[in-house]
């Protein structure tokens, strides 16, 4: 809980510092990295930071969580607390980097806004950044020890022992452990993080969905990402990392994961998207569940749809499942309703119903409005994020 005299600073200069935090964090940013580009080489995306997206994503955090502080003072945000939380225990960070990154923060704000940063204002922002950050080091200390797995240590060298080509820019991998251990606990949902070596020697991570779950393997699914910047480790993942080979992968983390129980679900995806949906899938399969189950998916065309024979026959293995797939540019022969975007206005939703949505930004805020429409509570519709998540305070 902030203090009162703390809270009355930050609600007075909350403007100001949420107005500045777009020039705040890329300062931020470029402090801590001439201090240690260790970080930037091994740690920190270098896609995300070349285009943006994290500066975008900690303006997000810090204003969110400084906004629930001022408008709900007895209420924790924990929801975004756990989507970072899970993040970071996912890159093995440690308590020790969360005063690195205060000093270096603090440094930008200073140097942003000059004088108006009195001693009190610090102060008041100093009690902010603190209470979050010693909220996120509980909640990842908890993590790490539900994993077995200590800061730091959490990438685990695997062999790779299959892969397969699901589309011409997506492929599965599955792998396991070299030290012949027991595969990690997984929930239907999480990612792992693998670590490649790329040809400048530096250590890239990145967050890979659990696209099913093999009982001797972990197994998880890449697309090449286009783009500029290209996506560095997934090309390196395509183009250089074959069966016999070992990557370090991290214990599963991830905090949108299917619940168990009887109340229908709606799994909704878009592209890539699919993939934490597929395994959510394989799950109900594998278990036998007799829930309501409507899956939905929308895809540029069939050739671009990775699982999609494995939908159909995972939604077939299923009692009381349905799915709805959407092309926007379709083979002949494919329904008229289910061209274009996907539309769930026509598909009847139980009550009771708990939503799960992967896929661009723009594909789940036009589902979820649907579903808030259809009458499913805010509170059942869970979100998960390819990347820095850019939908902070937009609802979980």
């Known amino acids: 809980m902030l203090s009162p005299q703390s809270t009355e600073t930050v609600r007075a200069t909350l403007p100001a510092v949420g107005g500045a935090i777009g020039e705040i964090t890329p300062l931020f940013y470029d402090k801590l990295?001439?201090?240690?580009?260790?970080?930037?080489?091994?740690?920190?995306?270098?896609?995300?930071?070349?285009?943006g997206s994290q500066q975008q994503a900690l303006a997000g955090s810090?204003?969110?969580?400084?906004?629930?502080?001022?408008?709900?003072?007895?209420?924790?945000?924990?929801?975004m607390l756990a989507r970072i939380a899970h993040k970071h225990a996912s890159l093995g960070i440690a308590p020790e980097l969360y005063p690195i990154v205060q000093r270096h923060l603090f440094a930008a704000i200073a140097?942003?806004?000059?004088?108006?940063?009195?001693?009190e204002?610090?102060?008041?922002?100093?009690?902010?950044?603190?209470?979050?950050?010693?909220?996120?080091?509980?909640?990842?200390?908890?993590?790490?020890?539900?994993?077995?797995?200590?800061?730091?240590?959490?990438?685990?060298?695997?062999?790779?022992?299959?892969r397969l080509r699901e589309t011409a820019d997506v492929a599965t991998f599955l792998v396991q452990p070299l030290d012949g251990r027991p595969l990690p606990a997984a929930r239907p949902g999480q990612y792992v993080s693998v670590q490649v070596e790329l040809p400048d020697g530096a250590r890239q991570i990145r967050q890979y969905s659990l696209s099913g779950r093999p009982d001797d393997a972990l197994q998880f699914s890449v697309k090449r990402?286009?783009?500029?910047?290209?996506?560095e480790v997934s090309h390196h993942l395509h183009d250089h990392v074959g069966i016999g080979d070992t990557l370090l992968v991290g214990a599963p983390f991830g905090d949108v994961t299917l619940e168990d129980g009887d109340s229908p679900v709606l799994l909704a995806s878009a592209g890539i998207g699919c993939t934490p949906m597929i395994g959510m899938l394989s799950h109900l399969a594998a278990t036998g569940a007799r829930r309501r189950v409507i899956a939905v998916?929308?895809?540029?065309?069939?050739?671009?749809?990775?699982?999609?024979?494995?939908?159909?026959?995972?939604?077939?293995?299923?009692?009381?499942?349905?799915?709805?797939?959407?092309?926007?540019h379709p083979e002949p022969g494919h329904p008229a309703d289910r061209t274009g975007h996907a539309d769930l206005t026509?598909?009847?939703?139980?009550?009771?119903?708990?939503?799960?949505?992967?896929?661009?930004?723009?594909?789940?805020?036009?589902?979820?409005?649907?579903?808030?429409?259809?009458?499913?509570?805010?509170?059942?519709?869970?979100?998960?994020?390819?990347?820095?998540?850019?939908?902070?305070?937009?609802?979980?």
Not at 111 to 119: I, K, N, P, Y
Not at 123 to 131: I, R
Not at 134 to 150: D, K, P, S
Request: proline content about 7%; charged content about 20%.
């Open 111 to 119: 140097e942003v806004l000059g004088d108006a940063v009195t001693a």
């Open 297 to 328: 998916h929308a895809d540029r065309d069939e050739s671009a749809h990775a699982f999609r024979t494995d939908l159909a026959q995972l939604v077939a293995k299923l009692p009381d499942a349905t799915s709805h797939v959407w092309y926007e």
């Open 225 to 231: 990402q286009a783009g500029d910047p290209a996506g």
């Open 62 to 79: 810090i204003a969110a969580f400084a906004t629930a502080l001022i408008e709900h003072p007895d209420v924790r945000p924990d929801a």
């Open 33 to 51: 990295f001439a201090e240690h580009p260790e970080l930037l080489r091994d740690l920190f995306n270098r896609g995300n930071q070349a285009n």
């Open 346 to 396: 026509g598909i009847e939703i139980p009550a009771g119903t708990t939503a799960y949505l992967c896929g661009p930004l723009p594909f789940m805020r036009a589902v979820r409005a649907q579903l808030l429409a259809a009458g499913v509570a805010p509170a059942d519709i869970h979100y998960e994020v390819f990347g820095p998540d850019l939908w902070l305070g937009a609802g979980s």
């Open 121 to 162: 204002v610090a102060a008041a922002w100093d009690e902010v950044y603190w209470l979050m950050a010693n909220a996120l080091i509980a909640l990842e200390a908890r993590l790490y020890e539900r994993a077995g797995t200590a800061p730091g240590d959490t990438l685990r060298p695997c062999r790779v022992v299959g």
